[in-house]
């Protein structure tokens, strides 16, 4: 019983004294309140500056801010995200470019433009592991009173995701393409990358290997037209193509008799009609100026290394790389390494025979203006519609092609193997001729 | 013929325009309750935290230079903001009774308030039994509670519920024994006589030792009653999410709202009028003051005296909701029967030796 | 005719409900189901169903370097992230054999005992809201805001630091973070005492959990239950103590455990106490290294390439929640080969069927509030 009257006193003081500090701090609220009306009222922020250079930065993370101009694309921010939310893309400027990628504010050289470099703040887990390794301080946390150096953010809110993905790197088209990143801005667009380039070894001249095209976006590829959906019209419009092609026109010629034929045939529809744009678009800037030497007959320093005798080798190899620095073609730089050679006594009739593979000594064919090269190769046959001929016309170029003939030799032996089968149509003739059989 | 149907349609309108003239203004008397008790709630929670509470909302909002009673709209923009919510009844609830509860429980408030004086006229039937009236009306809202958790198909509504109707029926007997025991004393369940007994005498809580102790005994039990912290076990929404609120939302759930504050405006006016002396002024119970004190005295000064005196319980029911922890419901159960109505039965018998003596 | 009541049972059925119980519950500290059995309102089962917030932590560490890896322990206790760096930094020392500068050990203990004391409030606050009362709450929130400050202050950041690195810490102390540590240990002594007077001793507390959820020590120790909550059952097992690492064997400090002042020893308010003394301690702790902090380069230590040797390591460490451990598998590559990480709270959850059945579902708030749990960790 006593221990009953014991609990409900106990019971009254604590609730007596609970309610005192209750209302204590109901009473002294004007001492006591610690919330802030957070849009009239800001907390201070903590102003603690600290960093790489002291003083400098400050370390409180709301946001990664990357100070571009600083930057030097080296990447290691990149590697110590966790996450992996940034994004850097760099091009280096082609040797021998005179591009300049500008200075630091340490004083470093850069050696590339920087192309991209996107922060997904939406992914950002803010451990501030990227600043640590960044050499040049570029990259840091902002939300503080920083410094004159930056800006001072609060609230970096914001109503969608898309706005949360910061592009720090903006350079401008000429500097891309000034430093030779044509795919970088092919990829923006959307576009396919440009074949994988030859490593750039200016033998030919820097003009020639600048404006190399890629083998493939002068052809006239009949692939494009699937893009039409009927079928009739697709049907016109390739055989169109085709004659076209045979004819030996150019993209925008062939586009002009696809869409007479369509129109001849009352099929030329919207649809049609947008394809055939995209083809002009997609495939006629690029000038059929092959030079086929460049691309063939590019002399490898690695044919040297068949060269036994170190002492030759080593002599060998430096005449060519002199010559190629100073953009001599091939055959000139086998004459200059065997002259190198004859007067250090060297030469050998083995080493000459090695050195003379550097140049081919049957350079393919020369350009022709009215067909292109590249279209040269056992494909063009296909233009051919009835099999037997076709299969026999291939059979024979593939065996010309063997002996190691030239372009209208293979295109003679072609055109008298049918004529012996006699399946020598006018058809099948002029399509050889429009592929140079004139010319033999 | 004519007089007789003209004399019944006066009696009738004049009856119609009494009657809703008292429900009209019964409404609004709850609805202004609400309004103002959850701002004043919010307010005095937030100052007992160490915090600010609502603050923009209103004309005094933090903009408007208030440092501490601003934001006094935020309460009618959540009303708005209730009324406009979806409606929302889940699909296996049982629908009739689910929309059924929030009314009898609101019924079962609004109809409490015609025995509950304002004042001494303020008063929409002064009953010969008026106390028992409003203890009898106020246990109305325990149905709707059972079947707000019943039909609502939860069982943590469920839970809710009959911990709730357990509850409210378990402390009826502390605070009718209570009650009686001023019954006793004044002889009349009549709210006039009652209050003309204090008038005459003292008032009720400084009549003996035993009405002090069933002044609490019965504030205890109506903090119960209302299902208020630290009795708030019905609700509990640490364990029972709502409790047998859980499924309610929008219109329905305002009902409910509204009904919560009016019952504490309710158990609160009670206890003023029982114990603390209704509409008298605190200077006439003492002879001390001089004369000319007592203009305070009147119908109005009534009105003004019974709301000061229910606001300030109102005040300490919320003061003990944010300073306690809640019980859990055995021990909610034990309070009841072994604390208070033991209290109680002694204090009744004590009180009848007292007035013998 | 009589209407004598008969009640024929073949015909009554009784059955146990199915409460389910989270993930979305108000008082289960995260996204923890318990699937619980209720007879009435008295808990029969408790099935805890985990998993809700697993987030592939010790995979994710195997294709990651070890430096990468400490933002990552930070998520796994976000209430105590400094222990977790703390930790996991420890057993990567233990690993390389790196010797760490005394400056270092000294803020990692000032920081590390700043964080159990916010730690503790966050668990002494919800457990509190889970009792029912809302203004200790309140004031613990505050008080740990401050704490928060104090952090941000030191490494920018209010939650997840990532500030206790492999051998050393990642910024030296700020200028007056000495004296602003000072000042919250002289603000907040008194509030601890605020707090015993609003929520300890008050008696609908103790009402509702001493005796309550009764935790044996031997039970507590075969279920592998740690740090406050097996003190809480009696037994005096400290890591700071009994396995002395950092600057700990340096300073002085009492390891409270629970006495059964209000009920037995072990149950909900024991647990409760053990941390409320905590608090104590750790600021005793904090004013002895505030005025003993060496000077020195804190990151004298820090290797330029985090590339252990080849070999394992288990290594662990006291949490506000108990011990944490890592185990490193490396092949001396600079990323794991695996990182198993033993979680306290996973081990104190575990016990919670042991404890709360044939308790009511009140009870069973509270016993889950006074275990401490962190989701986080549990899922990982």
Redesign the interface.
């Known amino acids: 019983m006593s221990e009953y009257f014991a ?2 006193f ?2 009254l003081k ?2 007596a ?3 005192q ?3 204590r ?2 009473r002294n ?2 001492d ?4 802030l ?1 957070y849009p ?1 009222e800001k907390w201070p922020i ?1 102003d ?1 500056h ?1 960093g790489f250079p002291l003083e400098e930065y ?4 709301s946001r990664l801010n990357v100070d571009i101009d600083d930057c030097i694309g080296c990447l290691q921010c990149e590697r ?1 995200c ?1 996450v992996d939310c940034i994004k850097i893309e760099t091009i280096k400027p082609p040797k021998g470019s005179d591009f300049d990628c500008g200075i630091t504010s340490n004083g470093t050289k850069m050696k590339m433009l920087v192309a991209r470099f996107s922060i997904d703040m939406t992914e950002c ?5 990227c600043t ?1 390794p960044c050499p040049e301080d570029c990259i840091y ?1 902002v ?1 503080g009173p920083n410094s004159s150096k930056h800006e001072i953010e609060y609230e970096y809110a914001s109503r969608d995701r898309e706005s949360l993905i910061f592009q720090f790197a903006n350079p401008s088209e000429s500097d891309v393409l000034a430093v030779g990143g044509e795919n970088y801005l092919r990829a923006k667009a959307g576009l396919p990358p440009l074949a994988p380039e030859v490593p750039v070894k200016p033998v030919e001249t820097v003009s020639t290997a600048t404006e190399k095209p890629t083998p493939t976006a002068g052809e006239p590829d009949v692939k494009v037209l699937n893009g039409i959906t009927d079928r009739m019209v697709r049907a016109t419009a390739k055989k169109a193509f085709m004659a076209a092609a045979r004819g030996g026109s150019d993209l925008a010629a062939i586009a002009k008799s696809i869409q007479a034929a369509l129109e001849e045939a009352g099929k030329f529809t919207d649809e049609a009609k947008a394809v055939l744009d995209s083809l002009a678009v997609t495939q006629t800037p690029t000038p059929v100026t092959v030079n086929e030497v460049s691309s063939e007959a590019k002399p490898d320093i690695k044919t040297l290394n068949v060269l036994e005798d170190k002492m030759v080798r080593g002599m060998a190899k430096k005449i060519f790389m002199a010559e190629s620095r100073g953009g001599k073609s091939a055959s000139e730089m086998v004459d200059a390494i065997l002259a190198g050679l004859k007067e250090a006594d060297k030469l050998t009739p083995e080493t000459e025979a090695v050195v003379r593979q550097l140049a081919p000594e049957v350079p393919v064919s020369t350009p022709k203006p009215s067909a292109p090269v590249t279209d040269f190769n056992v494909k063009v046959l296909n233009g051919i519609e009835d099999r037997m001929t076709r299969g026999l016309a291939k059979k024979a170029f593939m065996a010309a092609q063997r002996e190691g003939k030239s372009a209208s030799e293979i295109i003679q032996t072609v055109q008298t193997a049918l004529s012996e089968a006699d399946k020598l149509t006018d058809d099948v003739k002029t399509l050889l001729l429009s592929i140079g059989g004139d010319k033999a | 013929m004519n007089g007789i149907w003209a004399s019944t349609l006066d009696i009738l309108t004049s009856y119609g325009s009494m009657i809703s003239l008292a429900g009209v203004g019964i409404f609004l008397i709850m609805a202004v309750n609400a309004l103002v008790a959850v701002y004043f709630e919010r307010k005095v929670s937030a100052f007992m935290q160490d915090r600010l509470g609502p603050m923009e909302v209103g004309i005094f909002g933090f903009k408007g230079g208030k440092k501490f009673w601003g934001g006094i709209g935020q309460t009618i923009a959540d009303t708005v903001k209730l009324l406009t919510k979806e409606d929302i009844l889940p699909d296996s609830a049982d629908k009739k009774l689910m929309i059924l509860a929030p009314f009898i429980i609101f019924i079962g408030a609004f109809v409490t308030f015609i025995g509950v004086p304002f004042s001494s006229v303020l008063l929409v039937s002064n009953f010969n039994i008026g106390i028992f009236y409003i203890i009898a009306m106020s246990s109305v809202g325990v149905v709707g509670i059972i079947l707000a958790g019943w039909a609502s198909n939860n069982k943590w509504s469920l839970y809710g519920s009959l911990r709730s109707a357990a509850q409210i029926i378990s402390y009826e007997i502390p605070a009718g024994l209570s009650l009686i025991l001023v019954v006793l004393v004044a002889g009349s369940l009549n709210i006039h006589d009652i209050v003309g007994w204090q008038a005459d005498h003292r008032w009720f809580i400084f009549h003996s030792p035993m009405a002090f102790l069933a002044f609490f005994v019965y504030f205890i039990s109506g903090v119960a009653e209302t299902n208020r912290t630290p009795f708030d076990i019905p609700e509990a929404e640490s364990e029972l999410v709502a409790g047998w609120m859980t499924e309610y939302s929008g219109f329905r759930w305002a009902l409910f709202f509204l009904s919560e504050y009016a019952n504490m405006l309710i158990v609160c006016i009670l206890t003023a009028v029982v114990f603390l002396g209704g509409w008298l002024s605190p200077m006439a119970m003492f002879n001390i003051f001089p004369e000319s004190w007592l203009i305070f005295d009147g119908i109005w000064w009534g009105a003004f005296w019974i709301m000061f005196k229910a606001i300030f319980l109102i005040f300490v029911m919320m003061w003990f909701r944010w300073t306690f922890p809640r019980l859990r419901v055995d021990q909610l159960m034990y309070l009841c029967w072994k604390v208070l109505i033991p209290f109680a039965l002694v204090n009744l018998v004590l009180v009848s030796i007292w007035e013998l003596l | 005719m009589s209407t004598k009541p008969h009640i024929d049972q073949s015909l009554v059925k009784t059955e146990e409900m199915v409460l389910n119980m989270g993930p979305q519950h108000p008082s289960t500290h995260g996204v923890l189901r318990l699937k619980i059995h209720t007879d009435g309102e008295v808990v029969s089962k408790i099935e805890p169903i985990i998993g809700y917030l697993h987030r592939c932590f010790e995979k994710h560490c195997e294709h990651l370097g070890y430096e990468q890896i400490v933002p990552f322990t930070d998520r796994c206790d976000y209430i105590a992230s400094m222990h977790m760096n703390h930790g996991y930094a420890l057993a990567m020392e233990r690993l390389m054999g790196i010797e760490v500068p005394p400056r270092v050990e000294y803020i990692r203990v000032i920081v590390g005992e700043l964080q159990r004391i916010a730690s503790h409030l966050v668990a002494l606050g919800t457990f509190g809201l889970d009792i029912g009362a809302i203004t200790p709450f309140t004031w613990m929130i505050r008080d740990r805001e401050r704490i928060l400050d104090l952090f941000e202050n030191l490494c920018g950041a209010r939650l997840l630091y990532n500030y206790i690195w492999v051998g050393g810490v990642s910024h030296d102390l700020p200028e007056k973070f000495i004296r602003r540590t000072k000042e919250f240990i002289d603000y907040f002594t008194p509030q601890m005492d605020e707090f015993d007077q609003l929520l300890t001793f008050n008696k609908i507390f103790i009402e509702r959990t001493a005796d309550v959820g009764i935790l044996p020590p031997d039970v507590a120790i075969n279920y592998g239950v740690t740090g406050p909550s097996l003190r809480g059952s009696g037994v005096k097992w400290d890591l700071r103590k009994d396995e002395a690492y950092s600057a700990y064997p340096e300073l002085e400090f009492d390891v409270p455990v629970g006495t059964g002042k209000m009920g037995s020893v072990g149950d909900c308010w024991d647990r409760y106490w053990v941390r409320m003394l905590e608090m104590r301690e750790s600021v005793r702790i904090i004013d002895q290294a505030l005025k003993s902090i060496p000077d020195g380069d804190v990151r004298a230590a820090v290797p330029k390439k985090v590339r252990p040797p080849k070999g394992s390591v288990y290594s662990r460490f006291e949490t506000a929640r108990g011990e944490i451990g890592y185990y490193i598998i490396s092949d001396g590559k600079n990323i794991p080969v695996r990182l198993k990480m033993r979680s306290p709270a996973f081990c104190n959850l575990s016990v919670i069927s042991e404890i709360a059945e044939g308790w009511m579902i009140s009870d069973l708030i509270a016993i889950l509030g006074s275990l401490d749990i962190v989701l986080g960790e549990i899922d990982r």
């Not at chain 1, 006591?32 to 919330?35: E, F, G, R």
């Not at chain 1, 400050?58 to 993370?61: A, E, S």
């Open positions: 609990n409900i106990y019971g604590s609730f004294e609970g309610l500090l209750t209302m701090h109901f609220r004007k006591l309140v610690a919330t009306q009239h903590e603690r600290i400050n370390i409180i993370r110590a966790p887990m803010f451990c501030n592991l640590f946390m939300g």
